[in-house]
């Protein structure tokens, strides 16, 4: 620990909602971004279900100082901060043969160009997602190699659209084309995994004595595993290989931990008590949650799913007590194109509340949010049409300098989506050549 | 689930090429011809029919659904394709296909085809392949219940722990069920929980806590030396599990700035309660400690200090008295053999004699992962845990904290984790295995002592043993875990908890509804397994159980009060499950009642007649103002179902969902909906007509083996955590049989489950069994 502050005196006071000094000394401290000396770039994507009303999000002039549409409204406090991307196509969402089944299968190709297995049962098949890329690239520099945060719970019944297992609709971060990376929606969760649950009661010396045999348990139950390896079947196997892997990762997470003192100012951060009733503290706990990871450099990588894809929750907070998948399905009635309007819109509202926090939050150079790749969506234009060209897609964030923002850009139709994804892994510094269906970079974001 | 639940027809492909029908297809008597009196062949009985009637657009690039039959026209080439064939006989068989507005093969043509495809596709289980599941993670609720029934106590940890993944509609499937590192931290965390809190280590040191590690509310913060400096009242909190009931200690090292009349004032409080005030007359800078004793039970409890008499004048000479906390210990209570908890004992069953601990490790950990891995430890296992126990020990650590590290690693093991069913020779499971899949398909937990007995005696390989034990286990509370994981699921009342119906139309629908709906349809389930009722009375039993609050809701009289009692239906329109608050609230949208969502979810759960996704780009009325505009639902559903796209399905789920109608969004008893009165006639495809819920359910009674063929299947597929396969067609079969031959008692379904062969058997490696 050395000439790191001890996280346990950093921590003192969680739990107290008012506000400690902000303890900017802290952040260079942490180990990471005083050694690296660079600009740490961070990238997060953030998804909404069931279309967007695109008349009232696509901007009506194209390039730079646009003005802002009724749905994007909220983001004025931002404006100029971010683009927005009109054009950009998902075309492994379309049916292409496999019949209905479009809101599974625009949450599953949102992040990872691929058009996933038809199947309710054991062999789902997807592909990598963008995020995922990035977090095996850079995942050894930080003590999580991403996040996944969402409000649902992946749907508990049925399966859940015409067919499709509920992987697709409630995971847009697929580790593998067949492991999507489960999300935590409990922001209490979140918080504990990163930090520990605030108890820090014990004495130093017992802290590592039961560190020192929880690495005992470990060892011993991959030598319990790797005997198990020899007397199942392949199918079985599979599923072992999972707990290999499950295990190995928290090894490495547990051994990093050690090296790595993550520290973070804690100034003002509310330390959640569990999921809040009100869905808008709910996003934008999670939304802190995510933050904090990224200040503290406990990660680089974030998915967050608003909802899940299909999902029908109310919104009566803003006047519709409806479903949002029954409104999305609005049949151009101009009373629930409105409605449509209005859940898009609360979106934007919470999504303007993180982009807001990331632009107030100082770095070495710049803001936190300077210093990132926000993307915000969904896999589906419209709601009633299911469409997957032409999507709703804002891009936030300069990319530690490598982005021009404050811009309206209309690119060729069906352009790939994945296209951008390629752009963003450059400047995370994981290029790559191909994702999915990507053709090549995408140009015009500088 | 049969692979056939899960076909998508090409709808949109099949009435795009409706305008362009071969002329082939008008000549369907030339294919009446070719029936013949000789044995029944592919050639005889379903080559025509896709000649003329199929092929038309089950041909070409992209056939509808995928299903291209043009390799099976000219010959008798039935390809090994069960899962298509089985799909095609079933949307044959329902008339489902071919599809409104194209030509039909007449009744004889049909029911040749049915018939030759049924008998040729039910051949092929008798190869007697009993299948073999993957390997299962218990799922959240197993974990809680066997947690609960292996230590004793009821933590509810998994309900913290990421969803489990769905497949086939349970969250039981061992293929789908998956473990990503998010999962196992939260699996080793468990593991650390319930290791320290069932078993107590005698520790003679306090627990400390620094006063800055503390939990602080406003008017308390940390000062410089790692004090906590009470400015105005407020508290100083932790909260943490004790596991041993007695006398605690709670002591407190503090000082005050002192000003006024009285010296500072520390209240001790437990759960909110204080327990006593004390004066706190050490001056700043000199603190003292300050002791009191509080009894504690096991469990959970917050401690705090807080400070409780602040003071200020405003100056001149500013007099401002505060209280500064340095630490807290909490001293245990002596250890006393009457207080450990039941956790401790049970696990320590025996204490070690003098110095020699090492015997009596080793038979405490032998008998915990026998019972944690469901079958004895191999003297491997034993040895490798031994080790663990020396590595606590060699750090002067009490045997307590061997045996504690001990759990831990059991419960971390794949062997805890996962049902683990070896991959050898035997088509038999062993004893062990069958004991596990018995109490986890029963009770969605571990097997207990009798269950074990029976294992090691091997008895329970035996017929009437295991009828026997079905009996006991489905009137012992733990097949209450039919209801909680079967039954919610079956029914999709999980979906309940997502649906919130308009505040300002449902006024009465409040949380307290929501849980009473739950409850009601879960007792009603749970009445039919331990009272080994028929399961006919899913679908028209006169009886349910309610509370005031619904009985009110219901239009019932004479049922008050929160307790839920069996009530009597005759008299009311209501029976079975269809009526109950919550599936007709479930298949509601949250501002008004959908005739659609309810007529689906009786063809998929009662009628066992799940019919395909709506084609993409639907879902829409026609947008001309004049219909949109009609008064009530059901004339703007009549319009829906004009559109030949919509009414092939349309026309099958409206007219159940519309015998409904009297029951609005939340299940009340309604005449009229707004100003109109509610029209509950329909027509039925085959053109019975009926009215109301009553009439609805007499034609479900008429269905009923299509309701147990549905119940069979999936109370399997949640038996042995798997999809069920074309070749255990006919498991499913004898399974729906023998439940009618045996009077539909719950417990003959349950019996005829557990002595297929899908559950007792698995299929030895290298494929099927001779």
Redesign the interface.
């Known amino acids: 620990m050395s000439q790191l502050i001890p996280r346990?005196?950093f921590l003192?006071?969680?739990?107290?909602?008012?506000a400690l000094p902000l303890l900017e000394a802290m952040l260079p401290l942490s180990a990471l971004a005083s050694s690296m000396k660079v600009r740490t770039t961070r990238m997060a994507f953030m998804f909404v279900p069931n279309g967007i009303s695109m008349p009232q999000w696509t901007p009506s002039a194209e390039g730079m100082g646009f003005e802002l549409p009724e749905v994007l409204s909220p983001l004025s406090v931002v404006k100029g901060q971010f683009s927005v991307l009109t054009g950009l196509a998902q075309h492994n969402a379309f049916?292409l043969?496999?019949?209905?089944?479009?809101h599974a299968r625009s949450a599953a190709a949102w992040l990872t160009g691929v058009h996933p297995r038809?199947?309710?049962?054991?062999?789902?098949k997807n592909g990598i997602s963008a995020d995922q890329v990035a977090a095996q690239k850079l995942g050894h520099l930080t003590p999580f190699p991403s996040i996944?945060l969402g409000c649902e719970?992946?749907?508990?019944?049925?399966?859940?659209?015409?067919?499709y297992?509920?992987?697709y609709s409630?995971n847009i971060s697929w580790r593998s084309e067949t492991?999507p990376?489960?999300?935590?929606i409990?922001p209490r969760?979140v918080f504990e995994?990163l930090f520990g649950n605030?108890?820090?009661?014990d004495?130093v010396e017992s802290r590592i004595?039961r560190s020192r045999?929880?690495k005992?348990?470990?060892d011993?139950?991959m030598?319990?595993?790797s005997?198990?390896k020899s007397?199942?079947?392949t199918?079985?196997q599979?599923?072992?290989d999972?707990?290999f892997?499950?295990?190995r990762?928290?090894e490495e997470r547990l051994a990093k931990f050690d090296r790595v003192n993550a520290t973070v100012g804690l100034a003002g951060v509310r330390v959640p008590s569990g999921v809040p009733q009100d869905y808008a503290d709910h996003i934008r706990l999670m939304g802190d949650m995510m933050i904090l990871a990224f200040q503290a450099d406990l990660t680089r990588v974030a998915t967050f799913m608003f909802a899940n894809e299909g999902s029908?929750?109310?919104y009566?907070m803003v006047g519709v007590?409806?479903?949002h998948h029954?409104m999305s399905?609005h049949?151009?009635?101009p009373v629930k194109l409105r409605k449509k309007e209005q859940i898009d819109q609360f979106h934007v509202t919470q999504l303007a509340y993180i982009l807001e926090k990331m632009a107030s939050i100082k770095e070495p150079d710049g803001s936190l949010l300077d210093n990132s790749m926000v993307v915000y969506g969904g896999g589906i234009g419209d709601g009633?049409?299911?469409n997957h060209d032409d999507l709703p897609i804002l891009l936030a964030g300069r990319g530690s300098g490598t982005i021009k923002t404050g811009s309206h850009n209309i690119y060729a139709k069906n352009t790939p989506l994945n296209n951008l994804y390629l752009s963003l892994l450059d400047r995370m510094g994981v290029p790559t050549e191909t994702l999915g269906d990507s053709t090549g970079k995408l140009q015009h974001l500088f | 689930m049969l692979e056939s639940k899960?076909f998508?027809?090409?709808?949109?492909g099949a009435f795009l090429t409706a305008a362009a029908i071969s002329p082939s297809a008008f000549h369907s008597h030339l294919a009446q011809k070719t029936a013949t009196a000789s044995k029944p062949s592919f050639a005889s009985s379903v080559t025509p029919v896709i000649k003329v009637y199929c092929i038309t657009c089950h041909s070409g690039a992209?056939p509808?659904?995928?299903i291209d039959l043009s390799a099976y026209v000219n010959g008798t080439n039935f390809a090994a394709n069960n899962a298509m064939w089985e799909r095609i006989s079933r949307n044959v068989s329902t008339g489902h296909m071919p599809p409104d507005g194209m030509p039909q093969p007449t009744k004889a043509q049909r029911a040749a085809m049915v018939t030759w495809l049924e008998t040729t596709l039910s051949g092929n289980c008798k190869l007697k392949d009993p299948g073999?599941v993957?390997?299962r993670?218990l799922n959240r609720q197993e974990y809680n219940n066997t947690i609960r029934d292996l230590v004793g106590l009821d933590l509810h940890l998994a309900d913290?722990f990421?969803?489990?993944?769905?497949?086939?509609?349970f969250?039981n499937?061992?293929?789908?069920?998956?473990?990503?590192?998010?999962?196992?931290?939260k699996y080793?965390k468990a593991?650390?929980v319930v290791a320290d809190r069932a078993i107590v280590v005698p520790e003679a040191k306090p627990?400390?806590?620094?006063a800055?590690?503390m939990?602080?509310?406003?008017g308390?913060?940390?000062s410089d030396q790692?004090q906590v400096f009470f400015f105005s009242n407020g508290q100083a909190s932790?909260e943490r599990y004790f596991t041993l009931a007695g006398d605690y200690k709670l002591r407190a090292l503090a000082c005050g700035q002192q000003a006024g009349p009285e010296p500072a004032k520390m209240a001790f409080i437990v759960d909110d309660q204080v327990v006593q005030t004390v004066e706190v007359k050490a001056l700043e800078k000199h603190p003292e400690e300050y002791e009191i004793s509080v009894p504690l039970e096991a469990g959970k409890h917050r401690i705090a200090l807080a400070y409780t008499n602040d003071y200020y004048k405003p100056g001149p000479p500013v007099e401002d008295r505060n209280l500064i906390v340095r630490n807290l210990e909490i001293i245990k209570p002596p250890l006393k053999l009457s207080a450990l908890p039941e956790s401790h004992k049970n696990i320590i069953f025996i204490t070690p004699v003098s110095d020699n601990w090492r015997p009596a490790a080793k038979q405490i950990l032998t008998r915990f992962a026998y019972r944690a891995f469901r079958r004895p430890p191999t003297p491997?296992?034993v040895d490798?845990?031994m080790?663990?126990a020396d590595?606590?020990h060699k750090?002067g650590q009490p045997f307590e904290r061997s045996i504690q590290?001990g759990v831990?690693?059991i419960l971390?093991?794949?062997?805890f984790?996962?049902r683990?069913e070896?991959?050898n020779q035997s088509q038999s499971l062993d004893s062990y295995e069958l004991a596990s899949r018995l109490s986890y398909f029963l009770w969605g937990s571990m097997p207990d002592n009798e269950l074990f007995a029976l294992a090691d005696s091997g008895q329970i390989q035996k017929p009437e043993i295991l009828k026997a034990q079905v009996r006991r286990m489905l009137k012992d509370p733990r097949s209450n875990s039919l209801a909680d994981n079967f039954a919610?699921?079956w029914l999709?009342?999980?979906?309940l908890a997502?649906i919130?119906p308009?505040?300002?139309?449902f006024p009465d629908f409040d949380e307290k509804m929501r849980a009473a709906m739950m409850t009601e349809t879960k007792m009603f389930f749970n009445g039919v397994v331990q009272n080994d009722r028929s399961v006919i009375d899913f679908i028209d039993a006169k009886y349910s159980y309610i509370n005031g609050q619904l009985a009110k809701h219901y239009g019932i009289d004479g049922v008050a009060g929160d307790e839920f009692r069996k009530v009597s239906l005759v008299g009311t329109p209501r029976a079975g499950l269809l009526t109950q608050g919550s599936v007709l609230t479930l298949t509601s949208?949250?501002?008004r009642t959908s005739p659609v969502k309810r007529g689906k979810w009786v063809l998929e759960e009662i009628l066992n007649a799940p019919l395909?996704?709506?084609?993409?780009?639907v879902?829409?009325?026609p947008?001309d103002g004049k219909q949109?505009a009609a008064a009530t639902l059901r004339q703007k559903m009549e319009v829906h179902r004009k559109n030949p796209m919509c009414a092939t399905c349309h026309k099958k789920m409206d007219p159940l969902g519309f015998s409904l109608e009297n029951f609005d969004a939340t299940g009340r008893w309604r005449a009229k909906d707004g100003d109109d009165p509610i029209d509950s006639s329909g027509v039925l495809p085959d053109g019975t007509k009926f009215k109301g819920a009553p009439e609805l359910c007499s034609i479900l009674i008429k269905k009923k083996a299509d309701f147990v063929a549905g119940l069979s299947e999936k109370l399997l597929t949640y038996a042995i955590g798997r999809?069920v396969e074309s070749y255990d067609k006919c498991s499913v079969d004898d399974i729906a049989q023998t439940c009618e031959s045996n009077g539909y008692h719950f417990s003959a379904l349950v019996n005829a489950i557990v002595m297929s062969d899908p559950f007792r058997k698995k299929r030895v490696?290298g494929g099927k069994v001779k």
Do not use: W
């Not at chain 1, 043969?97 to 479009?102: A, I, K, M």
């Not at chain 1, 605030?198 to 009661?201: E, L, R």
């Not at chain 2, 990421?162 to 509609?169: I, L, T």
């Open positions: 346990r005196k003192k006071g969680v739990g107290t909602l008012m049916d043969g496999d019949g209905p089944g479009d038809k199947t309710a049962g054991a062999d789902i996944e719970r992946g749907a508990e019944a049925g399966n859940c659209d015409s067919g297992s509920c992987a409630s492991t990376v489960a999300k935590e409990n969760l995994r605030g108890d820090h009661s004495a004595m045999y929880n005992s348990v470990l011993f139950v030598e319990d595993a005997q198990l007397q199942i079947g199918r079985d599979r599923k072992l999972e707990y892997t499950a295990v990762e928290i029908n929750r109310s009566p007590p409806e479903g029954d399905h049949g151009t009635d009633d049409r299911h | 899960y998508v027809l090409g709808f949109a992209k509808p659904a995928g073999r993957t390997m993670r913290d990421p969803s489990d993944d769905v497949g086939y509609g969250d499937i061992g293929d789908v069920l998956s473990i990503s590192p998010l999962l196992m931290e080793l593991a650390e627990m400390h806590f620094e800055d590690s939990k602080l509310t406003a308390v913060s940390v790692n932790i491997s296992e490798r845990l080790q663990i590595y606590v750090d590290l831990q690693a971390s093991s794949p062997h984790l996962f683990v070896a991959d919610e699921e999709n009342l999980r979906k997502l919130n308009d505040p300002a139309q949208n949250p501002t395909p996704p709506p084609p993409p780009n879902g829409v009325l947008d949109v999809g490696t």
